[in-house]
C-alpha cells in the first residue's frame, strides 16, 4: 500500500502543474449551461459598452420576442438532431404556415379558422419528411431539401411573389406577436412555455431518453427494445409543429402571409444555434437549454447590431463571426474537460 | 516461486537471449496520467526475429505501453531504444520512421481501395512527373504479398475481402516500410482456426526476415504456440518476462491476476425444468432450418468457426435479422419475427456480439445504458422514478463489481471488461420478465478475472430457472460452462452433443468436416447480410 500512497502524491503534483487559469476554467466548462450563459453575457456586454440602448432592460425583453421564431422551432429541430436527424425545411414552412394561415383567413373571414390550418401545415409536412425518412430509408439531410425547395416553390407559385394581405385585420392574430402580458412579450410566454414542457419531458420521461438512445446507437436502441422508426417519425411530427408554430409568430408580426420569410437560412441558423448550444450533428449528445442558450446568443448579436444601426450586409459578417468563436470555443471547452478528465 | 526471481533471472538472461541489439529496448518507462500511474517503471525489450508476447488484464498497462512504442503517447520518465539507438517519439509517424508498425484491432485501412493502394497507403510510388506509379504500386504490393506467402490479387477491393485477409495486407502494409518491429495487438480475436494458422505462419516466415513481433493477446494457448518469450503486466508494474517454455499456463494466470483462479468455469449442476425457447425450422440471415429447444435452468452453447452463422442466430431469434420461416416460440408464446419489441416483451434477452455496433450507446452514462432495456419497469404512466433507477443500476454495479468512478461516468471511458457487465446488467435488471438469455461471444476482449465472473453470473442465472443460449468460438469455454452443446457449419446444426460427450476434437471435426466444399457458398450470403446491416446503420 506504500505504492498507493506515492500514486496520489504523483497525482497532485500533475494537477498542480496545471496553469491557474485552467484550474478556474475547469469547473465552468463542465457545466455547459453555466459557459453558454457566461458567452451570452459577454456578447451583451460588448453590447452594453458600445450602445446606450442595449444597456436597458427592457431590450432583453425583446430580444425575447425578436427570437421567439428560433427558438420555437429550434426546440423540434434540437429533439430531431438529437436523435440523429436533420429538417432543412423548416425555413420554407415558415413562409408555408404564413401563406396557409392568412389565406384561409381571407376566404373564410374566421380567425380559428386560419390558425388552425397554419398549425396543421406543421404535422402534415414532418409526417411526409418522416415517413420518407424512417420507412422508407431516405437520407433526411436530402429528404428535407427536397422539401424546402418543394414548398418554397409552393408558396412562390400559389402567391405570385406577392404578399398576402389579411383582409380582416384581426387585431387579436397580430397581438400574437406584439401583445404583452405584464412587462413579457406573448410569442416570449408562448417559447417559454413550450421551452419548459419539452424539458420536463426530456429530462423525466422514457420518451426522452430514448431519444438520446436513439441517437447515440440506433442499432443498440432497436435491439433494447425501442421503436426507434415511430419515435423519429414522431420527432418529425414535432419538428414541423414547431416550425408552424414560429410561422405563425412571424405572420402575426404583420398579419401577412409573406412568400419570402425565413428565406435568408433560417433553417441554418436554427441548426447553428442548437449546434452552439452544444448539440452534436452526430446525434445522441446535446441539451435543449443549451440550444436554446445558443439561439439567445446569436439572437443577441443580431439585436445588438440592429440597435448600432449596423448595414445587414455587415451583420451577416459579424454573426458569421460570432458563430465560429463559439463553435471554437465549444471544441476547446471539450479538450479541456477530456484532459481534466483523466485527473479525475 | 517469488515472481521477483523470475524478473531478475530474465535480466540475466537477457544477453543470452539476444546476441544481437535488442530491436527495442525500454528502460525504467514511467507513465503518469494525472490520478493515475499507468506504467511503474517498466522495463521491456525485444530481440530481432522474436515474438515476445505481452499479457494482462484490461487496464493493466499494456494498452499504454504499446501507445509508448506506437508514439502515440508521449513517455513521462525511462528511456528508449530502437536498435541501440536512443529515441525520442514526438509522433506515430516517427515510430513508423523506425521501422515500428502496431497492426490494431481496428486496421486503418481504406476498404474503398485497392489492396494495392492500401499497402503503400501514404506513400504511393510516384512517376518522374508526378502522377501516381500504378504498375510499380501494383508490382510492390505483389512483392510483399508473395514474402508473407500469400495469395491476395492486389486489385481487389480491400473491403471485398475478409478481416484476417485485411489483417495480412496490414502486416504486408508494415513491411512496405521496412518495419522491424510488428505489435499484434489481439489479432485472432475475429479469426478462424484456419485462418489462426496462416496468421501464425506469417509470423515465422517474418520472424525468419528478422522481424520481431509483440503479441498482445489473452489467449494463453496462442502464447505457448508462437511465442518466445512473454512479459506479463498487472497494475501498470512488470510482473515477469521469462521464456515461454519454462512457465506453465497456471503461472501466467496467477501473474496476470494476482491469486489463483481456483475454478474459472463454476459449472454446478442443476435441474433441468419445463422447455423455455423453442425453435423450430429457422431460416433466414443465412442460417438454414435451425430446430433446438432450451429448458429451464439449462446452458446450451453453440459453437461454430467465424462465418459459421452463430452471431446470427441470437439475432434472428430475437428479430434484430431477417427471419424468413420457421417458428420461435418462448414458453408457448410465438414470437413474432423481425421485431425485437416483441421477442423482449416475451421474455427473450440478447447480449449481442459487438459491443461497439449494437450494444453500447457511447455517448450515454453507465446508468442510462444499463436501464435501457428495463425502463418501463421505473415509469409510472409516463414518468421515470430517477431514485429508483439509480438505486436499481448501483444495485449492479456493486454485485457485478463493475469498476466505475460513478454512475453518471460515460460508458465510453470504461473498459471492455466493465462495458460488457453494464450490458449484461442490462438484461439482468429484466429478470422478473427474462425468461431465456441469449450471449453472443459475451467474453470477446474481455480478461480473465472478468470472464470468470462472466461464467459465474450465466451459472447463476441458469439456477435461477432461466435458459441460456451461448454463442462461442472458443471451444474451452464452451466444454466449461455448456450442459448441452450445439455445432454449427455453414448456417445449420451440424452436430449436438450431451455435456459429457463433448471434447474438443469432436466439437472441431463437426464444425469443419468437408467445410472446404461448401465454404464458399455460404460465405457470401453471410457477409451479404453483414453489409445489409451495416448499410442500414
Known amino acids: 500500500m506504500e505504492a498507493l500512497g506515492d500514486d496520489s502524491r504523483l497525482a497532485g503534483a500533475t494537477l498542480n502543474r496545471r496553469p491557474a487559469w485552467q484550474r478556474w476554467l475547469v469547473p465552468l466548462a463542465r457545466h455547459e449551461e453555466v459557459s453558454l450563459f457566461v458567452l451570452f453575457l459577454v456578447v451583451s456586454g460588448f453590447f452594453a459598452v458600445l450602445e446606450p440602448g442595449a444597456r436597458r432592460g427592457g431590450t432583453y425583453l425583446d430580444l ?60 402534415l409536412v414532418g409526417f411526409i419528411n418522416g415517413y420518407l425518412v424512417t420507412f422508407q430509408g431516405m437520407n433526411s439531410l436530402m429528404t428535407t431539401l427536397g422539401m424546402m425547395f418543394a414548398l418554397r416553390g409552393l408558396v412562390y407559385v400559389w402567391t405570385n411573389k406577392t404578399p398576402i394581405v389579411d383582409e380582416n385585420g384581426f387585431r387579436d392574430f397580430t397581438r400574437l406577436y406584439q401583445a404583452e402580458i405584464g412587462p413579457v412579450p406573448v410569442p416570449g410566454i408562448l417559447s417559454l412555455i413550450l421551452i419548459a414542457v419539452v424539458y420536463v419531458v426530456m429530462t423525466r420521461t422514457q420518451f426522452g431518453r430514448n431519444i438520446y438512445a436513439i441517437g447515440g446507437n440506433p442499432t443498440a436502441a432497436r435491439v433494447s427494445g425501442i421503436r426507434v422508426e415511430r419515435t423519429k417519425l414522431l420527432l418529425f411530427v414535432l419538428s414541423g409543429t414547431t416550425a408552424a408554430i414560429a410561422g405563425l409568430v412571424v405572420a402575426s408580426q404583420t398579419g401577412t402571409g409573406y412568400f419570402d420569410a425565413g428565406v435568408q437560412g433560417f433553417e441554418l441558423i436554427v441548426i447553428a444555434s442548437a449546434v452552439l448550444g452544444g448539440v452534436s450533428l452526430a446525434g445522441g449528445e446535446g441539451r435543449l437549454v443549451s440550444a436554446m442558450l445558443g439561439v439567445l446568443i446569436l439572437g443577441m448579436t443580431g439585436k445588438g447590431m440592429r440597435l448600432m444601426n449596423v448595414h445587414i450586409t455587415q451583420q451577416l459578417v459579424v454573426t458569421g463571426i460570432v458563430m465560429l468563436i463559439a463553435v471554437y470555443l465549444h471544441g476547446a471547452r471539450k479538450r479541456l474537460l477530456e484532459s481534466d478528465r483523466r485527473s479525475s | 516461486m517469488s515472481e521477483q526471481t523470475s524478473q531478475t533471472s530474465a535480466e540475466h538472461q537477457r544477453p543470452v537471449e539476444t546476441p544481437d541489439v535488442p530491436v527495442l529496448a525500454m528502460r525504467n518507462i514511467r507513465k503518469v496520467f494525472p490520478g493515475v500511474v499507468a506504467l511503474k517503471d517498466v522495463d521491456f525489450d525485444v530481440a530481432p526475429g522474436e515474438v515476445h508476447a505481452l499479457l494482462g488484464e484490461n487496464g493493466a498497462g499494456k494498452s499504454t505501453l504499446i501507445k509508448i512504442i506506437a508514439g502515440v503517447y508521449p513517455r513521462d520518465g525511462g528511456t528508449m531504444e ?84 485485411q489483417q495480412l495486407v496490414e502486416i504486408a502494409r508494415a513491411l512496405s516500410r521496412q518495419a522491424r518491429l510488428i505489435v499484434m495487438d489481439e489479432p485472432t480475436s475475429a479469426l478462424s482456426p484456419a485462418e489462426i494458422d496462416n496468421l501464425f505462419a506469417v509470423i515465422e516466415r517474418l520472424n525468419r526476415r528478422g522481424v520481431a513481433i509483440v503479441y498482445v493477446s489473452h489467449k494463453l494457448d496462442e502464447i505457448y504456440r508462437i511465442a518466445d518469450r512473454v512479459t506479463v503486466f498487472r497494475d501498470g508494474q512488470r510482473v515477469v518476462t521469462a521464456r515461454v517454455t519454462e512457465t506453465k499456463p497456471r503461472d501466467l494466470v496467477r501473474w496476470m491476476v494476482g491469486r489463483d483462479l481456483e475454478e474459472l468455469y463454476p459449472k454446478t449442476p442443476g435441474l433441468l425444468g419445463m422447455p423455455l425457447l ?143 457487465k453494464v450490458l449484461m446488467a442490462r438484461w439482468l435488471l429484466r429478470q422478473r420478465q427474462l425468461k431465456v438469455l441469449m450471449l453472443s461471444e459475451p467474453t470477446r476482449g474481455v480478461d480473465v478475472g472478468s470472464k470468470a465472473e462472466i461464467y459465474r453470473l450465466i451459472d447463476e442465472m441458469a439456477h435461477t430457472g432461466m435458459g441460456i443460449l451461448f454463442m462461442s ?45 461448401t465454404e464458399a457458398e455460404s460465405t457470401p450470403s453471410l457477409r451479404e447480410h453483414e453489409a445489409e446491416t451495416a448499410w442500414k446503420r
Open chain 1, 64 to 123: 425575447l420576442r425578436d427570437a421567439s421564431p428560433n427558438l420555437i422551432a429550434a426546440v423540434g429541430l434540437t429533439l430531431l438532431l438529437l436523435c440523429g436527424e436533420f429538417d432543412l425545411s423548416i425555413g420554407a414552412m415558415l413562409a408555408f404556415t404564413g401563406v396557409v394561415t392568412v389565406s384561409v383567413f381571407n376566404a373564410t373571414d374566421n380567425m380559428w379558422l386560419g390558425i388552425l390550418a397554419g398549425l396543421l401545415t406543421g404535422p
Open chain 2, 82 to 165: 530502437v536498435a541501440g539507438e536512443e529515441v525520442d517519439f514526438s509522433g506515430p509517424a516517427d515510430a513508423i520512421a523506425r521501422g515500428i508498425k502496431v497492426v490494431y484491432q481496428e486496421l486503418d485501412l481504406v476498404p474503398h481501395l485497392s489492396v494495392a493502394e492500401n499497402v503503400s497507403l501514404g506513400a504511393y510510388p510516384r512517376t518522374k512527373r508526378g502522377f501516381v506509379d500504378f504498375p510499380a504500386l501494383r508490382q510492390r504490393a505483389r512483392t510483399l504479398l508473395g514474402e508473407l506467402g500469400l495469395q491476395i490479387d492486389p486489385e481487389t477491393m480491400l473491403g471485398e475481402l475478409r478481416v484476417a485477409e
Open chain 2, 278 to 420: 423453442e425453435v423450430r425450422g429457422v431460416t433466414g440471415s443465412g442460417l438454414q432450418d435451425l430446430s433446438f429447444t432450451v429448458c429451464a435452468g439449462e446452458v446450451v452453447g453453440v459453437f461454430g468457426l467465424m462465418g459459421a452463422g452463430i452471431n446470427t442466430i441470437g439475432r434472428v431469434l430475437f428479430g434484430a435479422s431477417a427471419r424468413d420461416a420457421g417458428l420461435v416460440a418462448v414458453s408457448g408464446q410465438p414470437i413474432r419475427p423481425n421485431i425485437p419489441r416483441d421477442a423482449i416483451r416475451k421474455g427473450l434477452g440478447l447480449l449481442t456480439e459487438s459491443r461497439k455496433d449494437d450494444g453500447l450507446v457511447l455517448p450515454l452514462s453507465v446508468r442510462s445504458n444499463m436501464t435501457l432495456a428495463s425502463l418501463d419497469r421505473f415509469t409510472d404512466w409516463t414518468w421515470i422514478r430517477g431514485r429508483e433507477e439509480t438505486r436499481a443500476a448501483s444495485d449492479y454495479v456493486k454485485r457485478l463489481s463493475i469498476r466505475t468512478p460513478s454512475l453518471r461516468q460515460r460508458i465510453r471511458y470504461l473498459s471492455g471488461g466493465n462495458q460488457q
Open chain 2, 473 to 517: 468460438t472458443e471451444i474451452p469455454e464452451i466444454l466449461g460452462i455448456a450442459d448441452r452443446i450445439l455445432v454449427m457449419r455453414e448456417g445449420r446444426i451440424t452436430a449436438s452433443f450431451a455435456r459429457d460427450d463433448a471434447t474438443q476434437d469432436r466439437l472441431i471435426e463437426a464444425a469443419t468436416s468437408d467445410a472446404t466444399s
